[in-house]
């Protein structure tokens, strides 16, 4: 059974960068049969879409985020991450890695989240 | 980018209720329409892919139906562990995918 674990910094201080990973185990993140997603919810809000990346590398962002953020995968290490750069209170958020199947492009199996916070 | 309207954005209810949520999206997305369950403080869980189809391991008093711009969430007998938000996502262009605002289950 796959499962999905977010790793990284809680705190980030302003205009700094975002780091995040997610870790796949179960299976392994070079299956052609799905993309792996960056998801976020500031709290007590709706669910926003980051981007997502298949194992040949190519990547697809959210245009609202897309001059700020970088998806990179880890094939080796069983790994994509997130990275967003000059981050504001306004990233603040909790933020879910999940595994996208290419059929219908459900987002099946997901992270438990993990709470980052932007401030000095 | 494709917008996705919820409603209603909550609803209070009673177990063993008949519960429908609808969602509408700005343009047609044929059938790349996908429901999630959110309790607190967890992650969102799969409940219907592709309008209608149950995922694996849901109950079957769940169900989806819908096409174009159109789409609903039914739960035919509410139970205790279904209070929850529910989010309707398409994932018929991206970027970006997009999610309705939510629709919170409260209990009567």
């Known amino acids: 059974q796959v499962q999905l674990q977010e790793s990284g910094p809680g705190l980030v201080k302003p205009s700094q960068t975002l780091s995040l990973t997610c870790s796949v185990s179960?299976?392994?993140?070079?299956?052609?049969?799905?993309?792996w997603n960056w998801i976020r919810q500031p709290a007590g809000k709706g669910l926003e879409w980051i981007g997502r990346?298949?194992?040949?590398?190519?990547?697809n962002y959210n245009p609202s985020l897309k001059s700020r953020v970088t998806i990179s995968v880890d094939t080796s290490k069983n790994q994509f991450s997130l990275k967003l750069s000059s981050v504001t209170a306004a990233d603040t958020a909790v933020y879910y890695c999940a595994r996208e199947k290419v059929l219908w492009f459900d987002m099946d199996v997901w992270g438990k989240g993990t709470t980052v916070t932007v401030s000095s | 980018d494709i917008q996705m309207t919820q409603s209603p954005s909550s609803l209070s209810t009673s177990v063993g209720d008949r519960v429908t949520i609808t969602c509408r999206a700005s343009?047609?997305?044929?059938?790349?329409l996908n429901w999630y369950q959110q309790k607190p403080g967890k992650a969102p869980k799969l409940l219907i892919y592709a309008a209608s189809s149950l995922q694996s391991g849901v109950p079957s008093r769940f169900s989806g139906s819908g096409s174009g711009t159109d789409f609903t969430l039914t739960i035919s007998s509410l139970q205790p562990e279904d209070f929850a938000t529910y989010y309707c996502?398409?994932?018929?262009?991206?970027?970006?995918?997009?999610f309705g605002q939510g629709t919170k289950l409260e209990i009567k």
């Open positions: 343009q047609s997305i044929s059938s790349y």
């Open positions: 179960g299976g392994s993140i070079s299956s052609g049969s799905f993309y």
């Open positions: 996502q398409q994932s018929y262009s991206t970027p970006p995918y997009t």
């Open positions: 990346i298949y194992t040949s590398g190519s990547t």
